[in-house]
């Protein structure tokens, strides 16, 4: 059966676990090596990944890339507009044709959706490397992350403070999963998709109040308050005014908190300076993350051949 990584909440929770320490175990598994330098085992050698991007990318293009190679394999890039997907290709139809090119694809979309017709047709592994309802990959390197700092994730308390956007869906996916806390801090009229909130149950207390939200979290995150496709900049930029990650409200956190963001960062807005430069910040770790995390995933999906 084919393997297709979209959503957190499909997973179970030792699946999610096993990926988890995967990722963990590649990474110290190659300390000091060249970035270029294939994986031991090479458990994708010949193995081609098609990344398709209907969004901008850095660390999403850039990991993914890196991940395929250090794991044996090879990758084909392009721009959703570059190919006839761009000119009204039905999703179903370039599924099928990249079914019998590529051993598996990647798609940064637009709409879940498409992604998830993508799946449904397509008879190599599919991954979501984001859309507008979820961010997946990104979770996993989060959590990565927080191990790192803080030890294993479970009983721990991570504070959300801005859009209740696709990150935070995943965020809580995630949590009774992993069994740590969520709090959600957001405006009334920018929170969370009902639909993903009831998928946490009483793992994720929502609220208005971001200091609330923060009181002795051993993490705090945010992500930028206008995100892609967001046509609203002025109205939402008023909302966020009190929902700043700044010293002040770190200062709330426990005292080893740290602090996250997905990048790339608005400085100034969702999070200060002292904030993301200071010594709470995890965010550069979080980003090189992303490609263990991509490995893991990569793996897993492969696994089930």
């Not at 957190?8 to 598994?29: G, N, Y």
């Not at 890039?77 to 570059?82: E, K, L, Q, S, V």
């Not at 959706?113 to 190599?124: G, I, K, L, M, Q």
Request: proline share 4%; net charge negative; charged share 25%.
């Amino acid at each position: 059966m084919t393997r297709h990584f979209l959503d957190i909440h499909r997973l179970d929770a030792s699946e999610l676990r096993a990926i988890l320490d995967d990722a963990h175990a590649r990474k110290a598994a190659r300390k000091g090596w060249p970035m270029g330098r294939v994986d031991a085992d090479a458990p994708l050698k010949d193995r081609v990944l098609a990344m398709i991007f209907e969004k901008n990318s850095t660390r999403t293009r850039f990991s993914f890339d890196a991940a395929i190679r250090q794991l044996g394999g090879a990758s084909i890039i392009a721009n959703a507009g570059d190919m006839q997907l761009g000119r009204g290709e039905p999703v179903e139809d370039t599924a099928r044709v990249l079914s019998r090119m590529v051993d598996a694809v990647m798609i940064r979309a637009n709409d879940h959706e498409d992604v998830e017709r993508f799946a449904r047709v397509a008879t190599v592994p599919v991954i979501n490397g984001l859309t507008h309802r979820s961010h997946p990959c990104q979770i996993l390197a989060d959590i990565i992350t927080i191990e790192e700092a803080r030890g294993p994730i479970a009983g721990q308390t991570i504070a959300w403070v801005g859009d209740g956007n696709n990150v935070c869906h995943s965020f809580i996916h995630a949590a009774p999963l992993l069994g740590f806390h969520l709090n959600v801090a957001c405006p009334a009229e920018y929170h969370p998709d009902l639909r993903d909130l009831a998928k946490g149950g009483s793992a994720v207390t929502l609220t208005s109040d971001p200091r609330e939200a923060v009181a002795g979290a051993d993490v705090v995150v945010t992500d930028t308050w206008v995100s892609m496709g967001d046509g609203d900049y002025e109205d939402r930029l008023a909302a966020f005014e009190s929902y700043a990650v700044d010293q002040a409200l770190m200062d709330l956190a426990d005292p080893e908190a740290v602090f996250l963001h997905c990048l790339p960062a608005h400085r100034g807005e969702e999070v200060t300076d002292a904030v993301i430069d200071g010594p709470h910040s995890r965010v550069w770790d979080e980003a090189e993350n992303r490609i263990h995390a991509q490995k893991a995933v990569l793996a897993w999906c492969f696994a089930g051949d």
